[in-house]
């Protein structure tokens, strides 16, 4: 009993170190503090991908510093709501828009991803994107996202799976025998490739 508590303690600590997607998609609503000269400032809603809403409302000052002049210390965060997919069972294709600043300079670029949720695709874009050109994540903006039919897929990456009569073949496979011809231990071991196998003697 006590082995089996210390592999379960184990199995926990395993999953819990397990890669989970980081992200989740939040809307930020925020607008400038009220004053006598304007006293219905004009309010800005923001969708954010972070970790949590703590980061999405920085994430949300930080934007809104470079494209209205507006900062933490002169506006107020009015609401911050999470946004979840509508239909998560559901495969589709998300194309994603982004500008992000490289070693060189700034960069517009398109990307497209196969998953069942938004933030799905936006974690294949930040792992692909640290790995391909070894974008960080505060480097990277994401300026627009759009769900694409199958006819405007653009990336050789999508169009792969955009095929109606698509195999995945089961590769490697024990052929198991009858309870006639079953056997403890065999002198031969089994061929688990299903192609044609070729000599090369």
Known sequence: RRAWAVQRRSWAEAMAEY???????????????????????????????????????????YFMSQLKRIKKANGEVLSVNEIFEKHPLTVKNY???????SRSG?????????????????????????????????SIQIVRTAII??????????????DSKIK????HRVQRSDKAHKVVFRASRPHTCCFQRMSFM
Not at 112 to 121: H, I, N, Q, V, W
């Open 19 to 61: 890669p989970k997607n980081p992200f989740h998609e939040y809307q930020v609503v925020a607008r400038k503090l009220p004053t006598k000269n304007d006293p219905h400032p004009k309010i800005y809603r923001m969708r954010i991908f972070a970790s949590n809403a703590v980061r999405a409302k920085s994430r949300f000052w």
């Open 95 to 101: 194309a994603i828009w982004i500008r992000y600043d």
């Open 106 to 138: 700034t960069h517009n670029m398109y990307k497209e991803y196969r998953d069942l949720t938004l933030r799905g695709a936006v974690h294949q874009l930040y792992q692909e994107m640290a790995s391909r050109h070894r974008a960080r994540y505060r």
């Open 149 to 162: 039919p199958a006819s405007k897929c653009r990336r050789s990456n999508t169009l792969q799976f955009l």
């Open 168 to 171: 995945f073949p089961l590769a």
